[in-house]
């Protein structure tokens, strides 16, 4: 099939789906063409049956608010007329499935959209009132609808009062690609072998809860010495900086800024930390649980459908950071546990998560909304 993939390019979970599964689908035979506005961060160098298309947005002094949607919709045209898409997958409902919707309209018809939801769509933005209709429009009027998880799936049905088929699609990890590997080297470049090393992966927005990260590191250290890698980069991180200082464990808080490859850090850890206020999956808590590192996280959305509470890791409510302390001192003082909690992690991952398994679940919907 010839299919267009139109996603965030940057550092973002749907915008990794996105690529990882276009990257995938290349690797069937498929022909993936991705429609952004800049290169997807984790598509590198040239790969066969893959094209990108850039959408180009003029700025003229009339336009306060370039308007992209309108472009992204006129760029998707284009593309079908010169390649002949078979569909477009549209990640990420605002404004990705809109332009899809108005795509469609513009070709009579001639375009099968799939939309796949991914949480802060439906849980932030497309619950701000101001795009609650457009939402609920364009999800309703897309050939396929996936959610990342069973909890966004149904909260997007009660939250847009829905009477749509929305198939539960979960996230995927290539679990060849993401496997712990020995980087004594760097170990030690951050801790002495009798410290742990803890680690949170995120764009540091205020839902992922940086500050109770730090926190829960905090309390962990004063029991078990350890040091804490910061992977990414946004608007909580002077905040998680300060609150570092202030908590006296700065020089143990190592800011990595965006990471292209998360696979020799994730190596090293021992523990990984992911305290969100929401969360539809956390992919980044799948990496991690392949690379065979346990996770304490909140036990909100889609969490408790990727890690299993007690096997791979510890569950705990939203902001209880004391509990969370006493987690992940549970798990980095004892090697027993530890080491039965990475081994069950990494095989939840290919036993759940594997991404034959769930490409395979993307294909089949492609062929029921294109018939083909
Ligand atoms: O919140 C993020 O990290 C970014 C956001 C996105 O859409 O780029 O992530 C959402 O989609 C990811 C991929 O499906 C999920 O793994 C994340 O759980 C989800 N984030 C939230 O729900 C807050």
């Not at 477009?88 to 809109?98: G, T």
């Not at 992940?328 to 398994?357: C, Q, W, Y």
């Not at 062929?367 to 083909?372: I, Y």
């Amino acid at each position: 099939m010839k299919i267009g993939m139109v996603c965030y390019p940057t550092y973002g979970g749907s915008g990794v789906v996105a690529t990882e599964l276009g990257v995938h689908l290349a690797r069937c035979g498929h022909e993936v063409h991705f429609i952004s506005y800049d290169r997807p961060f984790r598509l590198n160098g040239f790969q066969e049956n893959i094209f990108l298309h850039e959408v180009e947005i003029s700025e003229y002094p009339l336009f306060k608010f370039p308007p992209y949607s309108i472009a992204l919709a006129s760029q998707m045209v284009e593309v079908v007329n010169k390649v002949g898409l078979d569909l477009v997958h549209a990640h990420y409902a605002i404004p990705h499935a809109v332009s899809a919707y108005l795509a469609k309209q513009m070709l009579r018809g001639r375009l099968p959209v799939i939309t796949t939801l991914h949480g802060t769509d439906i849980t932030l933005v497309g619950n701000d009132s101001q795009f609650t209709h457009i939402t609920k429009f364009c999800i309703e009027e897309s050939d396929g609808v996936t959610a990342v998880s069973e909890s966004l799936r149904a909260e997007t049905l009660e939250t847009f009062a829905l009477d749509k088929e929305i198939t539960t699609v979960y996230n995927f990890i290539d679990p060849e690609e993401y496997r712990r590997v020995d980087n004594p080297d760097m170990r030690r470049y951050f801790a002495r072998p009798e410290e742990k090393v803890i680690i949170h992966i995120s764009n540091f927005r205020p839902v992922k809860r940086i500050r109770d990260v730090v926190r829960i590191f905090a309390g962990i250290n004063e029991e078990l010495p350890s040091h804490l890698l910061l992977v990414g980069d946004g608007p909580e991180r002077s905040a998680a900086l300060h609150l570092a200082e202030k908590l006296g464990v700065a020089q143990r808080v190592h800011f990595l800024g965006k990471q292209e490859c998360v696979v020799q850090l994730l190596s090293i850890a021992d523990l990984f930390l992911l305290p969100s206020e929401k969360e539809s999956f956390g992919l980044a808590a799948l990496e991690a649980m392949a690379c065979g590192v346990p996770v304490v996280a909140t036990d909100i959305g889609g969490i408790p459908e990727v890690i299993s509470h007690g096997e791979c890791g510890y569950l705990a409510p939203l902001g209880d950071v004391a509990q969370m302390v006493r987690q992940g001192l549970d798990i980095l003082i004892n090697p027993e546990l530890h080491g039965k909690m990475a081994s069950l992690a990494r095989r939840r991952t290919t036993e759940k998560f594997h991404v034959e398994k769930i490409v395979g679940q993307y294909e089949e919907i492609y062929r029921k909304v294109t018939g083909k």
